[in-house]
């Protein structure tokens, strides 16, 4: 579903992403995990269309465009940014009516945000609810029900578990299990790898800007480049 080649991302004189390539193929979740300043977050977002990049990024077979945010989108890449992205000063009704823009099908679409609410009550309760009165959790709900309304086949998540109560990433994490159960494919940035690694099927490590090692996530769990990455204090979170 998603071929990456050496991609390269800079801002300016500093470089994000040195030469990553990874794959993804329909139905899996694939993990990106990483130290603070690994390049996760560059390489979601130039998977979504919102930074310049060189190299390739392939997805259902074509070649994605650097700087095509919308065109993903209706193409069916959904990023979930780091830190979550809602619009604080509107409400929770006002975000996800955000999330049906690109969409043609009004009606259906609608229809799609009352799904939401029944998969999330305790949105439907805080609908007329300014969106920064949420708790962090709440706020986390509204991102994702926000960009499944998109209707996306690919769903980047950037650390959906930062910040969160232990309750609540669970819950984010159970929840990441069912997506991909209804068809949906998921690529999951986090630092919080041990968990990561138990609802993943294939992660990659990356430090500095590049891909130092990868596999299934079964075996990485019990890599020892990871148990050093995790246990060695390299601001990694078990
Ligand atoms: N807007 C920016 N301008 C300049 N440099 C940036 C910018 N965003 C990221 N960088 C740099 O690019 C590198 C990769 O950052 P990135 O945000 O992708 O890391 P990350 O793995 O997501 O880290 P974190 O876990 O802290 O979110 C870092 O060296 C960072 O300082
Ligand atoms: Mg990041």
């Known amino acids: ?74 193409a069916g890449i959904a990023l979930v940014p780091e830190g979550r992205g809602i619009l604080g000063r509107m409400t929770v009704e006002e975000n996800l009516q955000m999330g049906i823009y690109c969409r043609s099908d009004h009606a259906e679409a609608l229809i799609d945000i009352n799904r939401m609410y029944d998969r999330f009550p305790i949105l439907r309760e805080r609908r007329g609810n300014l969106a920064s009165l949420l708790s962090g959790g709440e706020q986390q709900m509204l991102a994702i029900a926000r960009a499944l309304l998109s209707r996306p086949k690919l769903l980047l998540l950037d650390e959906p578990s930062l910040g969160l109560a232990p309750k609540m990433t669970s819950f984010v994490f159970d929840l ?16 919080k790898a041990r968990h990561t690694l138990k609802i993943a099927d294939r992660a990659y490590l990356l430090e500095m800007g590049k891909v130092v090692t990868s596999g299934m996530a079964e075996s990485l769990a019990n890599d020892p480049q990871i148990s050093e990455a995790f246990l060695g204090g390299r601001a990694v979170n078990i």
């Open 176 to 191: 990441i299990g069912s997506l991909r159960k209804e068809g949906l494919t998921v690529m999951l940035v986090e630092q």
């Open 1 to 74: 579903m998603l071929e990456i080649s050496n991609l390269n991302v800079r801002y300016g004189a500093i470089q994000g992403v040195r030469g990553i390539s990874l794959t993804v193929k329909a139905g899996e979740i694939v993990a990106l995990i990483g130290a603070n300043g690994a390049g996760k977050s560059t390489t979601v977002r130039a998977i979504a269309g919102l930074l310049p990049f060189t190299g390739d990024i392939a997805y259902e077979g074509q070649k994605l465009r650097p700087n095509a945010a919308e065109k993903n989108l209706r």
